[in-house]
């Protein structure tokens, strides 16, 4: 039997660890998304690696979350993780405006094919609601009442009926 020291690394499985490390350390990768994260505030979409829109994915929209309600709170939480005061004022002033009603799901990623030089995944990650392909004009839809098909077309077929066969 096999006593495991405390510096032996290298065969202990990760169960629950879901942060992707990006090949970085912890400095390194939070700078990275936080720079990521203001280039896509700023621009509203970027090209980037798959794995590196995933993490962005994860890092950037509990801020954006928090830019729905403007406090003091709120907006020094967001600070300390973006650490750009322009970046930060955009988010919460015109951002926080157009995805007030989104209950979630604020960033789209969009897989491009591969990278040319060393064949890794590239993905377009953006803001959903600055896209006008996908919503152009942003017609809001109103709650309908879902029927079936059988008795909508029932309907539209047959003709109407005449009330008084002497008029004719």
């Given at each position: 039997m096999r006593i495991w020291k405390q510096d032996d690394k290298t065969n202990v499985m990760r169960?629950?660890?879901?942060?992707?490390?990006?090949?970085?350390?912890?400095?390194?990768?939070k700078s990275m998304?936080?720079?990521?994260?203001?280039?896509?505030?700023?621009?509203?979409?970027?090209?980037?690696?798959?794995?590196?829109?995933?993490?962005?994915?994860s890092f950037v929209e509990p801020m954006i979350t928090k830019s729905k309600e403007d406090t003091t709170h709120n907006r020094r939480i967001v600070m300390a993780r973006l650490r750009q005061k322009d970046i930060v004022t955009e988010l919460f002033r015109d951002v926080a405006v157009k995805i007030g009603d989104r209950p979630g799901g604020y960033t789209r990623i969009i897989k491009l094919g591969n990278r040319l030089g060393d064949n890794a995944d590239m993905a377009m990650i953006e803001l959903v609601d600055y896209n006008e392909v996908y919503n152009p004009g942003k017609t809001k839809k109103t709650k309908t009442t879902r029927r079936s098909r059988r008795g909508n077309a029932a309907k539209a077929v047959t003709p109407p009926v005449k009330a008084n066969k002497e008029e004719e």
């Open positions: 169960h629950g660890k879901k942060v992707n490390h990006l090949g970085r350390q912890t400095a390194h990768r998304l936080a720079n990521m994260a203001c280039s896509l505030i700023e621009h509203k979409r970027i090209n980037t690696t798959v794995a590196k829109a995933k993490a962005l994915k």
